[in-house]
């Protein structure tokens, strides 16, 4: 028996931090460098605004939240604000998927002079 795929498994999983975000479930997305918590409050559904708890692991110098509809190559109406909650915690307000489709939750997360996209693709009827 080998060790290499015991060796690889240990440095990839040290290599994606340890992420926490309290209060519930919560959907996971992670990079290379960066792992994101979020859960969606009320869950989205097409015309009405709602908001995202999120946390991003290790605690960026940055970060925004927008969305796509990749086949339709347009975004959202609105523009969501980001506040920091501490701890790399932060909660986007003003989000609204204006149609039904596929819809690309996007986290741009800045660290050490790079910005980093990291999303997860959502299907609204």
Known sequence: MTLAPLLFAWIAAAAVPACDLPGGAAQRIESRSH?????????????????????????????????????????????PTVAPQGGG?????????HMAGRWELVFEVRAGGTTERIAHSLKLE
């Open 89 to 97: 915690r932060y909660r986007a307000e003003g989000l609204m998927f």
């Open 35 to 79: 792992v994101v918590l979020y859960r969606a409050q009320p869950a989205p559904r097409v015309g009405e605004h709602f908001a995202i708890e999120f946390a991003v692991c290790p605690a960026p110098e940055g970060v925004r939240v927008d969305a796509t509809m990749p086949e339709h190559r347009h975004g959202m109406n609105y523009r």
